[in-house]
């Protein structure tokens, strides 16, 4: 699995992010090309090589060529769903700028609809986004892991008027995101860089078990006081433990005792559709000797938002918990065996390379057996049978 670690150590802006994925690897000329598909007009790109407090760097900067007006984030996604982009940087670019249009949305008191992304809605935001979005896909990154974000002390000077830092869409955007302490005074997290790193991160921590492969410093305007002004990318694979794969989860709860069980089942079936990895239920005793359920759900954390939006608007809860779990797996892999009940597909589980786990799919063996009117036992002997005769004959 090909990991990338953003190690924000003096923050991080939507140009810094890129600049470090160029550093690291990403073809300029490449990224260029696919920028080009937006068919955005009005700016040009800087890309050079530059020495930033004593580092060598890349320096990337949009020079506008036109002057930028303001949009709302149906221009934005429009711009984004017209460009021949691929359906997977197109998604991953919605998804942040509908982040950031949440955020701003409650800072000011209004709808997504309504905000006016001021100078977030610039082109070169536009491209910082895209163009990280873009630089996921050519890099090939599988997870995404960010260290904790320092915000920087101080004030901004925003469209409204001075602000403490961080400013407030940032503050928004980082609710549940762990912040490092930073003497350094001056915004060091912008909106933009923010929003990128919280929608896209799948973890937040240390240095996962990686072996490093290319490392790339992207420098950001500013000259830092106390540190430089680098963001650091780490790309490389991920190192099994003893043949095992270590993530990072979290876990969300909800204690209810005043649901129907149709309740209880309709939100369950709304978490699995959202992407939660697990939901499950839990008979607990309340107070005033009420009997209720707590209600668990497992999620990545890009899956956070949208689950607790489910448990808020399904379920009667005044609360959920949340948690960071840290989770040691079998690898996995998918292989399609042919059986006299047809092709059925099979999980693998292994460690060190070496099979632990063999699952057939249910859904596979479901249908099957459904078809071909006989047993689900029957049909999973089956499937493991087939796969076992391939693998040892």
Not at 44 to 49: G, K, M, Q, V, Y
Not at 204 to 209: N, S
Not at 305 to 313: G, Q
């Amino acid at each position: 699995m090909r990991i990338a670690y953003f190690d924000c150590f003096s923050g991080a802006a939507g140009d810094m992010i890129l600049a470090s994925m160029i550093a690291a690897g990403l073809p300029a000329d490449e990224l260029r090309a696919q920028l080009g598909r937006l068919n955005l007009a009005g700016y040009e790109l800087d890309i050079r090589n530059i020495r930033k407090q004593g580092f060598a760097a890349v320096k990337f900067d949009v020079r506008m060529t036109d002057k930028p007006g303001h949009r709302h984030l149906h221009h934005i996604i429009q711009i984004i769903d017209d460009s021949s982009l691929s359906p997977t940087i197109k998604d991953r670019a919605r998804r942040i700028f509908t982040r950031l249009a949440e955020a701003e949305a409650k800072v000011h008191g209004t709808t997504i609809e309504k905000v006016h992304f001021h100078e977030v809605g610039a082109i070169d935001a536009i491209v910082d986004i895209v163009g990280a979005s873009i630089g996921m896909e050519l890099l090939g990154i599988e997870r995404v892991v960010c260290s904790p974000l320092p915000t920087g002390g101080g004030t901004v000077r925003c469209e409204h008027g001075l602000m403490p830092v961080p400013a407030p869409a940032t503050a928004e955007l980082l609710i549940g995101v762990p912040l490092a302490p930073c003497e350094e005074t001056g915004e060091l997290l912008t909106p933009t860089g923010a929003a990128v790193l919280t929608t896209l991160a799948d973890s937040f921590g240390p240095i996962p078990r990686m072996e490093i492969a290319r490392i790339g410093y992207g420098a950001g305007t500013r000259e830092g006081r106390t540190r430089p002004n680098i963001l650091r990318l780490l790309v490389g694979e991920a190192v099994a433990c003893s043949g095992l794969v270590d993530d990072e989860i979290v876990a969300l709860e909800a204690n209810i005792d005043d649901a129907s069980g149709q309740q209880i089942g309709h939100a369950f079936a709304s978490l699995l559709s959202a992407g939660a990895l697990d939901v499950f239920t839990i008979p607990i005793q309340m107070k005033k000797n009420r009997p209720g359920v707590l209600l668990s759900v497992l999620v990545t954390p890009d899956r956070i938002a949208a689950c607790e939006e489910i448990l808020f608007t399904q379920t009667p809860t005044f609360g959920v918990r949340r948690y960071a779990c840290s989770r040691r797996k079998l690898d996995r892999r998918m292989e399609t065996v042919s059986t006299r009940f047809g092709d059925i597909r099979v999980k693998l589980g292994l460690r060190g390379g070496l099979v632990c786990v063999v699952a057939p799919e249910y859904d596979d063996c479901a249908a099957a057996a459904a078809a071909h009117r006989v047993s689900l036992k029957d049909v999973f002997f089956e499937a493991e049978s087939a796969w076992r005769a391939k693998h040892h004959s």
